[in-house]
Structures are given as C-alpha cells and as structure tokens.
C-alpha cells in the first residue's frame, strides 16, 4: 500500500505537466509567424541591400551617360599677312558631329534595357538577402518550439528526480532507477543549453541581416505554422501548392513570368539584341556640320557651312561580330536557365509535396494515436513502473521532435520554392 501511494503521489506532481493529450506542446503548431513584418525592417536596415540600391543607381545613371549627340567644338582662328595691304584674317567655326545611332535613338533605347537588366539583378540579390533571413526566421520558430518542449520536459523530469529521490531515502527503489533518472534529467539540461546555442545564433545572425540593430522578436508569437489542410490561408487556391489536385505544369506556367532568374535572363538577351543593334549602327558614317565665319580687316567679310562624313573603314572591324556572338551567348545562357530552373524547381516540388505529407502524418499521429493519458492513468492504477512511464512518454517526445522537424523541413522547403513572392 505504501509503494502504491507513492506511484499515485508521482502521478499527481506529473499531472501538473500532463493534464490532458493535447497540452504537451500543440501551441507551438499555432499560425502565427511575423516573418512579413520582420522582413520588412531587413529590408529597409540591411547594409548588403544598401549599398545593392546606391551601386544599382550608380550603375543606372552610368548608363544614361554618352546617349546624347557629341559636344560642339568652338574654334577661333588668327591670322597674320604678310603685307599690308592684305590684312589680316580673323576666322571663327562652331562644328557639330552627328551619330546617327544617337540620333535613331539606339543608345537611348540600350541604355534604357540596360537599366531594366539592373533592375532584375537587384530584385535577385534582394531575393537571396530575404530568403536567408527567412530561412533563419524558420529555424529561430523552430528552436523557440524545441525550447518550449524542453522547458516543459525538465520541469517534468525534475519532479520525478525529485520523487524518486523521496522514493529512494524511503527504500521504495534503488540506486540504479534513481541514477537513470538523473542521467535523463542530465540529458535534457545539455540538449537544452544546445538549443538555447542554436537560438542565440540565430538570433545574433538577423540583427546582423538587420543592419545591426536588434529586431524586436516576440518569442512567444514567433511559431512554426500549422500545415494543416484549409489552415494555410492560401490551401483553397487554385494555383497554392497544397491543392491537391495541382499538378507542376500548371503550376510553373502560373508563375514563371513572376521568376526573377527568367526575367534576368531573358532581359539580358533583350540587352544583348539592342547592343548588336547598335553595332549595326556603326557602318553608318558619321556627319558633322560646321559654321564658318570669316574676316579680313581691310573689310572683306564671308562666312558658309561646311558639311564633313566619317567613313567607318576600319575603326569598328569585328564589332557587329562580337555583339552577334554576345548575343547567341545570351540566349544560350537563357535557354540554361530556363530548363536548369524548370527541373530544380520540379525537383523541389515534388520533394515540397512529400514533406508536406509527412509532416501532416505526424501532426495527425499526434492527435489521433496520444498515449500520454494512458500512460499517466496506468501508472496511476500501479500497473506500470516510473521507469516505465518515462520509456512511455520517452516515446511520445520522440514523436513530436520529429514531427517539429519535419513542418521545419516543409516551411523551409516551402519558402525556398516561393521565394520569388518575397
């Protein structure tokens, strides 16, 4: 009877913990991830994106530069005569050279693809820069749910050190049951100091995405979200990933126009067309128009327009040709990138739809098949051991540690796929 009221006072200190199935951790499948919010104050603090946005105006505003017809030239002119009554010659000319492929507009129009080429090298790199961050904002949830679950689990091996101690002085059991339940306690105290680690780090590497300055991170708000079918608030559309019934042609159709490495890729070759356009330009001579104003002191007075051609003999050899091999090349590289994105993105897909049923099999498993309140109502009745409740419940911290991995593995997954929404 003494044994058997001790069984039942460990029970009771652990029903503190384990009141019913659902509490051992659930909220932290809660849809509540402030990531939109936190990436926007990256965004704006992030010195990498910074100094990306005064580079690219830079860049633009170089571009703009050389587009517009050549200078004039002024030239003054003074000359002696020999005798008197010659005079002398005074003689002034304003010459204007003119481009015709200023004048067509060509370099007006390369240097405005130019730009539009730098605009979508800017909107990757600000891709990669947020997906990082992201990504660290997946795995900060993560551990923020590891250190919940260890807090909780601690609490729970401490009152059972704590009772198998009372157990112990009491010669109710014996030293090896007492000492297995310190090494556990010993265990969860590392793993939680390990997780505490990785939190720390991540949490040093987004102030440092941050520009520095710390970002204001709620713990407690800041969850891995729920992967539940109709809970993710795009599962009921028609193009979402979790639709079922979407297969990944139609998908990539919705949103290649929207990939920024397609879009980098085929206004590179937009650039690379005007550029051998302007090229071709180059076999045109160039004009150039002058005003002549001539005086003799004796009073003789003419003035008249020279007009001059630039015949393109030899200064543009193999121009066009080397513009018409960038070009070929630029469209090779986008012939790559499409298909070499198309099958990494295919790949990516279908490994997204896999850990999205795997991590749903886990979340159902943890609803559906929970033997913490049986295991708690048979060491409670005095048919199992402490021990063996600890194996028990040992079994259902497995569960759910897996179970938080893999909705890690999927959101990570998940943002990485669609990461040129961000």
Do not use: C
Not at 69 to 83: C, F, N, Q, R, S
Not at 119 to 134: H, N, P, V
Request: glycine share 4%.
């Amino acid at each position: 009877m003494k044994h058997h009221r001790i069984i039942i006072s460990i029970a009771m200190a652990l029903s503190i913990l384990i009141v019913n199935g659902q509490e051992l951790g659930t909220d932290n499948f809660q849809f509540s991830i402030l990531n939109f919010q936190l990436l926007d104050s990256i965004e704006s603090n992030n010195t990498t994106l910074t100094a990306l946005r005064t580079e690219t105006e830079a860049r633009k505003l170089e571009n703009r530069t050389g587009i517009t017809l050549a200078d004039p030239e002024v030239a003054y002119k003074h000359m002696w005569e020999g005798a008197e009554e010659s005079g002398n010659l005074t003689e002034f000319t304003v010459t204007q050279s003119i481009d015709l492929a200023t004048v067509m507009g060509q370099r007006t129009r390369v240097a405005r693809e130019q730009n539009l080429l730098i605009d979508e090298e800017y909107r990757m790199g600000r891709m990669e820069i947020l997906l990082e961050a992201q990504l660290s904002l997946i795995d900060l949830a993560y551990y923020n749910a590891l250190s919940t679950e260890l807090d909780r689990r601690l609490t729970h091996a401490r009152r059972v050190a704590k009772a198998e101690h009372t157990r112990l002085e009491s010669g109710d059991t014996d030293a090896l049951s007492y000492n297995n339940v310190l090494l556990s306690l010993s265990s969860l105290e590392a793993e939680k100091a390990r997780v505490d680690m990785e939190r720390d780090v991540l949490i040093a590497r987004l102030t440092a995405l941050n520009g520095g300055k710390e970002l204001k991170i709620e713990n407690s708000k800041l969850k891995i979200n729920s992967i539940d079918e109709g809970h993710h608030p795009e599962a009921n559309s028609q193009f979402s990933i979790l639709n079922s019934q979407l297969d990944f042609s139609s998908w990539y159709a919705e949103i290649a126009p929207h990939l920024p490495q397609l879009a980098q890729a085929r206004q590179l070759s937009e650039v690379r067309s005007g550029e051998l356009a302007l090229a071709r330009t180059s076999h045109l001579p160039t004009l150039s128009a002058t005003y002549i104003n001539e005086r003799h002191t004796v009073g003789t007075r003419s003035q008249g327009v020279a007009v001059g051609v630039s015949i393109p003999l030899w200064a543009n050899k193999n121009r066009v040709r080397s513009a018409h091999t960038a070009l070929q090349a630029a469209e090779a590289y986008q012939a790559d990138t499409e298909l070499q994105l198309r099958n990494d993105l295919e790949q990516e897909f279908t490994r997204v739809k896999g850990l999205h049923h795997t991590a749903t099999l886990y979340r159902r498993a943890l609803d559906e098949a929970n033997n913490t309140v049986l295991l708690e109502k048979a060491m409670d009745e005095g048919y199992i051991s402490v021990l063996e409740y600890l194996q028990g419940i040992e079994l259902y911290y497995d569960y759910l540690d897996r179970s938080l991995s893999a909705e890690r593995d999927y959101r990570r997954a998940l943002a990485t796929l669609e990461a040129w929404k961000l």
